[in-house]
């Protein structure tokens, strides 16, 4: 009674419908939450509006300073507003209230000579288990072997060595236990992350982990790096806690005072959580202006797979979100979490993301993932299969829990995959008409935008700038999808492609809905700008500008590429289907199609296309595309700065190519747009420098076949790394001599008796080398390793 009477005396007749309480660093969680006597604490403020949600419009707003949550806080159904009563948290000023899962350490710093030369040490609380550390609100390095590099932007880790774990460097710790080894995948598909358990009795490290990746091939023999050992505490910026001991030491890089920082640790997976159901709903509530700081590293929880993907995830993030309706976070910035920033997870429709700012996020930006018993026919590792006569030709999702309906818009999200290897900016499985929109995003590890498969389709892509992506990995692209659906088996020609031949269908039974990615700037420079791989199907594509790496459209059905500008690049067609109704029409191309495995017919669905150089044409009439297409120079308006629209009277306006906007790419919020990086604009290249297949007439022949070592964009097609490689069989003749001894067409010798081979001499002298012996051959067949014998 003596709380409803304090609100009643705190809030004026001019507040009758509405609701608002005010929370300061210096309130009491006793103040009735008045503007001069407010509350201290946000769980305080979610408790004293609980009563009102849904009944009038409820307002909370934070004063500046930093929060420290003890628990995560979680909203649930009873705390929903209306469409008509929204429940909101706003910060007072934007950016400056702070929600921390973290902790701050009043610490007594002293030199620790013994350690090394610039150590410092201090004691610790009892218990406190330290994933993070935070110096002035920048986070700190854990004691790492190889050293961190800043100026090695794109080299795994910022610094890697093969030796990282080696029983040689091992003998120079004590005791390794609860170190990290992080290291990329074999193939450069992500990576892999272990945390060491100690070491045996030879002196080896015996570790646990291993299940980051969902194509399990083991972790590359060079890309690795050791964290978490007290011996490699040897570089400004890092330090080590021992936790048995109580004490942390750090070695200050210039400039930094240990007396005047600001000292913090992290303690929170997640802080906030809105958990609801398709069934009670938290609905109509809206998070804005805050600055969501501190929560712990994930990368030895991200343990379930996507379907079929290289991925696995942890559902999880800064803010996790199950079970919503109309939910926005407005203006926020989450700054260096240690996982996901932002997790809409299973059922959820209507959550709007704007004008966000995310940074440095340890994992993912934000991702929209479903529930997989929503997927029909479900399969949830790549080399997985199923009959396709058995599967449901019901189109669809079989129930409501994934995402839908959703907004990103007008965010910037740069620094993504600071400890995981396998992130994107926005991540999108199991999800349906999903927005993302004038966002930039750059500076990732792996994409830039990924959408993990073709369930259930109809996002829209529109007015973003994305670069600088796959900047640690590889054989990938800026955008990134894979359509590995109910209908898709990796035996493409065998499987397939007869089974879409008989019922058209299929590819469209789980990407039910188009996907448009329109009016974008994209730039890879190591992969593609656009990667649609792995039967990705139903998409338009068009007004897009392409800066690098271009288009790759492989295996899928239904894909329109039109009115696009492709800089110095152009189609890469790879692994085409008959009748897969694709086609690229309308766009500008600065190099020759660059087509792998396809089926006879697939220049068909190129024309009416603009080449910048007629040698460009030429090989495509060669290939049988582009019949009607035109050549010349495009004439841009001003290529230097990045304007590619073309002047009045340029060639390509006669095949139909129609201008589109050069200055909407991006972030519009001005506060973000003002700090948002840009991509830097190529230099066209000139036809001397343009790169062409080699002629099949000029292979190396074996058995009448002919023999060709990968390059470029081949490993990809293929499934291989660049390390591995191999040779391609291409048959030089109807039922070749190889063919009848049992090799098939694209089949990629790996191994002759034993020995490695990369070039097709190296395959040649190993036959030479047999002499009458039968020959054992290594091949990976329709992208899985398999063994034959010759005789």
């Known amino acids: 009674m003596k709380e409803v009477l304090l609100l009643s005396l705190a809030f004026s007749a001019s507040f009758a419908e509405s609701l608002i309480i005010h929370v300061a660093p210096t309130g009491s969680d006793a103040n009735p939450g008045t503007r001069d006597e407010p509350l201290h604490s946000l769980q305080a403020a979610q408790e004293r509006i609980r009563p009102y949600a849904g009944e009038r419009p409820v307002e909370v707003i934070?004063?500046?300073?930093?929060?420290?949550?003890?628990?995560?806080?979680?909203?649930?159904?009873?705390?929903?507003?209306?469409?008509?009563?929204?429940?909101?948290?706003?910060?007072?000023?934007?950016?400056?209230?702070?929600?921390?899962?973290?902790?701050?350490?009043?610490?007594?710093?002293?030199?620790?000579?013994?350690?090394?030369?610039?150590?410092?040490?201090?004691?610790?609380?009892?218990?406190?288990?330290?994933?993070?550390?935070?110096?002035?609100?920048?986070?700190?390095?854990?004691?790492?072997?190889?050293?961190?590099?800043?100026?090695?932007?794109?080299?795994?880790?910022?610094?890697?060595?093969?030796?990282?774990?080696?029983?040689?460097?091992?003998?120079h710790w004590a005791d390794p236990t609860g170190g990290y080894i992080h290291a990329i995948h074999r193939h450069r598909w992500g990576g892999y992350h272990y945390r060491i358990t100690g070491k045996d009795a030879e002196g080896a490290v015996i570790y646990e982990g291993g299940w980051q990746n969902n194509r399990q091939m083991g972790m590359h023999e060079d890309f690795r790096m050791v964290e978490n050992?007290?011996?490699?505490?040897?570089?400004?910026?890092?330090?080590?806690?021992?936790?048995?001991?109580?004490?942390?030491?750090?070695?200050?890089?210039?400039?930094?005072?240990?007396?005047?920082?600001?000292?913090?640790?992290?303690r929170l997976r997640h802080l906030l959580e809105f958990q609801g159901s398709m069934d009670a709903p938290v609905r109509h509530l809206s998070f804005g202006g805050f600055t969501f700081r501190h929560t712990t590293r994930t990368f030895m929880e991200t343990k379930e797979p996507l379907l079929r993907s290289d991925w696995t995830i942890y559902r999880g993030g800064a803010v996790l979100l199950t079970g919503t309706e109309d939910i926005s976070i407005l203006d926020s910035t989450f700054d260096q979490v240690g996982g996901n920033a932002i997790f809409v997870n299973k059922y959820n429709r209507g959550v709007l993301i704007r004008g966000c700012h995310i940074r440095d996020a340890g994992a993912s930006g934000v991702l929209f993932v479903g529930d997989p018993d929503a997927v029909r026919d479900p399969l949830f590792e790549y080399a997985e299969t199923q009959d396709l006569a058995g599967i449901s030709l019901i189109p669809g999702p079989q129930t409501d829990n994934y995402p839908a309906d959703s907004v990103v818009e007008d965010c910037l999200i740069h620094g993504i995959g600071e400890f995981e290897r396998q992130p994107a900016g926005v991540q999108i499985s199991m999800a349906r008409r999903i927005t993302i929109r004038d966002t930039s995003i750059y500076d990732c590890a792996r994409a830039g935008i990924n959408v993990s498969e073709g369930t259930w389709g109809g996002h829209l892509i529109e007015r973003c700038d994305v670069f600088d992506t796959v900047l640690e990995t590889s054989d990938h692209g800026s955008f990134n999808s894979w359509g590995r659906d109910r209908y898709w088996n990796r035996k493409h020609r065998d499987i397939t492609e007869p089974a879409v031949e008989e019922n058209p269908r299929l590819p469209y039974l789980d990407a039910v809905e188009t996907t448009v990615i329109r009016d974008s700037r994209w730039r890879c420079d190591h992969g593609w700008?656009?990667?649609?791989?792995?039967?990705?199907?139903?998409?338009?594509?068009?007004?897009?500008?392409?800066?690098?790496?271009?288009?790759?459209?492989?295996e899928g059905y239904g894909r329109?590429?039109?009115n696009n500008i492709h800089i110095n690049?152009?189609?890469?067609?790879?692994?085409?289907?008959?009748?897969?109704?694709?086609?690229?029409?309308?766009?500008?191309?600065?190099?020759?199609?660059?087509?792998?495995?396809?089926?006879?017919?697939?220049?068909?669905?190129?024309?009416?296309?603009?080449?910048?150089?007629?040698?460009?044409?030429?090989?495509?009439?060669?290939?049988?595309?582009?019949?009607?297409?035109?050549?010349?120079?495009?004439?841009?308006?001003?290529?230097?700065e990045g304007d590619f629209r073309v002047r009045p009277g340029s060639p390509a306006f006669k095949i139909g190519f129609e201008n589109f906007p050069m200055d909407q790419f991006g972030v519009k919020k001005p506060s973000l747009?003002?700090?948002?990086?840009?991509?830097?604009?190529?230099?066209?290249?000139?036809?001397?420098?343009?790169?062409?297949?080699?002629a099949e007439s000029n292979l190396p022949i074996w058995m009448e076949v002919g023999l060709k070592g990968l390059e470029g964009e081949e490993f990809s097609a293929f499934g291989v790394s660049k390390e591995d490689g191999g040779v391609q069989i291409i048959p030089l003749k109807t039922r070749a001599l190889a063919i009848r001894r049992g090799l098939q067409a694209d089949d990629l010798i790996q191994q002759v008796n034993g020995q490695k081979v990369r070039t097709a001499d190296e395959v040649l002298t190993a036959v030479e080398q047999a002499g009458s012996e039968p020959l054992r051959l290594g091949l990976v067949r329709n992208q899985q390793y398999i063994e034959i014998t010759l005789e």
């Open 62 to 171: 934070v004063a500046d300073g930093i929060y420290y949550l003890p628990e995560t806080l979680t909203f649930e159904a009873i705390d929903s507003g209306t469409a008509e009563a929204r429940v909101v948290f706003r910060a007072a000023n934007e950016g400056q209230a702070v929600i921390s899962g973290g902790s701050r350490l009043k610490l007594d710093w002293q030199q620790a000579p013994e350690v090394g030369d610039g150590v410092f040490q201090a004691t610790t609380p009892a218990g406190l288990q330290m994933d993070q550390l935070f110096l002035d609100g920048e986070r700190q390095r854990m004691a790492r072997y190889p050293n961190y590099n800043p100026a090695l932007k794109t080299a795994p880790y910022q610094g890697f060595a093969a030796d990282s774990f080696s029983k040689e460097r091992a003998a």
């Open 229 to 266: 050992i007290s011996e490699e505490l040897d570089a400004p910026g890092e330090w080590f806690h021992d936790e048995a001991m109580r004490t942390l030491y750090f070695m200050p890089g210039a400039g930094q005072d240990l007396r005047q920082a600001r000292v913090e640790v992290v």
């Open 529 to 554: 700008d656009i990667d649609l791989d792995d039967g990705s199907s139903n998409y338009e594509i068009y007004n897009n500008l392409m800066l690098a790496g271009g288009l790759k459209l492989r």
């Open 560 to 562: 329109l590429a039109f």
């Open 569 to 640: 690049n152009g189609l890469h067609p790879h692994v085409w289907f008959e009748n897969s109704g694709d086609r690229f029409t309308r766009n500008i191309v600065m190099a020759p199609h660059k087509p792998i495995r396809n089926a006879d017919d697939w220049g068909i669905a190129s024309d009416l296309n603009h080449f910048a150089f007629s040698a460009d044409l030429r090989k495509a009439w060669e290939q049988g595309a582009d019949p009607r297409s035109s050549y010349g120079d495009p004439d841009f308006i001003d290529p230097v």
């Open 673 to 694: 747009r003002a700090i948002a990086r840009t991509p830097v604009i190529p230099t066209l290249r000139s036809i001397s420098k343009l790169q062409t297949n080699q």
